[in-house]
């Protein structure tokens, strides 16, 4: 059971940071498009904040998932062996 945690835990970390990572590349791409398409002064200050906003979650979605999986993975393989079911207990 222990194994089939960390491994959910595992992929789940690992699609949300390439999710995220994807999402940041395309997002920054489709502005910088769109501003130098434009050339609108407007267009930068306007947006500008809403993409600050949208880079920083996730750059904090990409990062902060797999931190927590990871520690979350750290609990599950200690307390598997504290209970004798993990590969880590065998003798």
Do not use: Q
């Amino acid at each position: 059971m222990a194994d089939a945690v960390v491994s959910f835990l595992s992929a789940l970390s690992s699609k949300v940071f390439w999710f995220a990572a994807i999402c940041f590349v395309l997002l920054n791409g489709a502005a910088l498009g769109a501003f130098v398409l434009t050339r609108s002064r407007r267009l930068v200050d306007e947006w500008t904040p809403k993409l600050l906003a949208a880079d920083a979650l996730l750059l904090g979605t990409g990062l902060g998932v797999p931190l927590v999986a990871g520690l979350a993975k750290l609990g599950v393989k200690a307390v598997a062996s504290m209970l004798g079911a993990g590969p880590s207990a065998a003798p």
